[in-house]
């Protein structure tokens, strides 16, 4: 009996150093802390847990991605091939096809949120912008031109 319970204290030994070494290869930079004689075992359970979340690493940022959107002017019209889009990080190309110079804004609840450079006849630019659920106006703001009918109302859903 009393020989039978040293060979467990000796292979819980055995297990003990196992560990450290398994350790020690996991994470090199946190050797020092893993080798320190904490008179305590659970006080060295709670260092290997640490040393285990923070092998966890950093996860980086999950960006969405960015949908693309045409919008083309043409006369004092502005045209998009849906008027209903899905929320999202987008990026609109803006196409003046017209003779006149234009522009594109993208408003919500009466802010702009988002423009772009002012085109000239048959230029083209892109912007970025973030659209949530919402109703939101595409409109250009040279001139009247908005008053002239140069806007369309979007709903973001
Ligand atoms: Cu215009």
Redesign the pocket.
Known sequence: MFVFQVRRVAAAGSLVLALGLLTACGGSSDAASSSSTSPSPSSSSASSSSASSSAAGDSGSAAGQAQTLTVT?VG?DIRLQSSDLPAGDYTITVKNEGD????LVVEQDGKDVAKSDTLGPGDSATFTVTLKPGQYVFY?S??N?RAMG?ETDVTVS
């Open positions: 002017e004092f006149a110079t234009h522009d250009c040279i001139g031109h140069m």
